[in-house]
Nanobody, 123 residues
């Protein structure tokens, strides 16, 4: 079993940047595909991005392509989400999640979830 804890959220103006971190404990992340999801007020949970076990393959929602970058450092048991050119519509609680799918995407089964970190982008 793996426990996930997100950090790095906060308040930023439109056009700014944040880097989110997802730290794992209990198990190494090396055999888990990882994803980031977000949920804005009044909206359904939305897939943002995912990365394969070794980091060689990534998948991005169209809404964040070119602005967000997912990466991982398995030696540090950490996954990152670099968010640039932030927009007010990026405001949401961001969650990281783990799946045994080697090359995950939006429809993979994510069995483990963090508690979320709030990202607020002001106009």
């Amino acid at each position: 079993q793996v426990q996930l804890v997100e950090s790095g959220g906060g308040l930023v103006q439109a056009g700014g940047s944040l880097r989110l971190n997802c730290a794992a404990s209990g198990r190494t992340l090396s055999t888990y595909g990882m994803g980031w999801f977000r949920q804005a007020p009044g909206k359904e949970r939305e897939f943002v991005t995912a990365i394969s076990w070794t980091g060689g393959t990534t998948y991005y929602a169209d809404s964040v392509k070119g602005r967000f970058t997912i990466s991982r450092d398995n030696a540090k048991n950490t996954v990152y989400l670099q968010m640039n050119s932030l927009k007010p519509e990026d405001t949401a609680v961001y969650y990281c999640a783990a799946t045994t799918t080697i090359i995950p995407g939006p429809r993979s089964n994510y069995a483990y979830w963090g508690q979320g970190t709030q990202v607020t982008v002001s106009s």
